[in-house]
């Protein structure tokens, strides 16, 4: 069966454009030309990708991929971000919404399908086994995909689900921005380091034991301190 993308663009040529190239290379695609029609299409059918346009009409790209990630239906599904803004205080926004990957206006259409089936390669990475963890508060459940923090839920995007979940798994060792990116994004993940930053500057907000306990290494990476350092 064909994997089911959502493009949220409201550019007719734009829409054209991605349905002719998706179609062709296999893939079955819907178009929303709006964001409220993106979101209701995405919650009553499963797609696997959306590709989410960050400039819309009404209710722009960012509080969209916010309110995709903020419910269950949705909060797994993968989103790039199609942006016509290349600074990269956007691109960094897009990524903290949850957005897993970006796109910048004008792009080829090959690059769209270069990174679309990055995405699902990286998504279709063997699983390691899963194991609950408990740390400060915080107790992981991989097998459910359920996080908690003092006893309250917790919601998480995917990719800071998977970062916490190898922090934890991974306590006491110096770990480089570039395994991050590699076990959490992949190898041809088209990012850069700054992206881990700010997942670890997510999961510190919503996490207060990480504040201290998740430490920046100098010119190395980040460390989780083997056990809960007080505040």
């Not at 190239?21 to 296999?26: F, P, S, V």
């Not at 029609?37 to 346009?53: F, H, N, P, S, V």
């Not at 309250?152 to 995007?157: A, N």
């Not at 991974?170 to 881990?196: H, M, P």
């Amino acid at each position: 069966m064909p994997k089911k993308i959502l493009v949220i663009e409201d550019e007719k040529d734009i829409q054209d454009l991605l349905q002719l190239y998706l179609k062709r290379d296999g893939y079955d695609v819907h178009i929303a030309k709006d964001g409220e029609t993106g979101q209701r299409k995405a919650t009553q059918e499963r797609y696997d990708l959306i590709l989410l346009d960050l400039m819309l009409p009404q209710t722009d790209g960012l509080e969209i991929c916010r309110n995709l990630r903020s419910r269950p239906q949705t909060a797994d599904i993968p989103i790039i971000m199609i942006t016509a803004k290349a600074e990269e205080s956007d691109r960094i926004v897009g990524l903290e919404m949850g957005a897993d990957d970006y796109i910048t206006k004008p792009f080829s259409p090959r690059e769209v399908l270069a990174r679309v089936k990055a995405l699902f390669r990286r998504m279709e990475k063997p699983k390691l086994k899963e194991v609950r963890h408990e740390y400060g508060g915080i107790a992981l459940d991989p097998s459910k995909h359920e996080v908690t923090y003092k006893g309250k839920s917790h919601s998480l995007t995917s990719k800071e689900f998977k970062l916490l979940e190898f922090f934890l798994g991974n306590k006491g060792r110096v770990l480089s921005r570039d395994v991050l990116l590699n076990e959490i994004w992949g190898y041809d993940y088209f990012g850069t380091t700054r992206t881990v930053d700010v997942h670890v500057a997510h999961l510190r907000q919503k996490f207060q034991v990480l504040n201290k306990s998740l430490v920046a290494i100098k010119g190395l990476g980040y460390k989780l301190h083997e056990e809960p350092v007080k505040s």
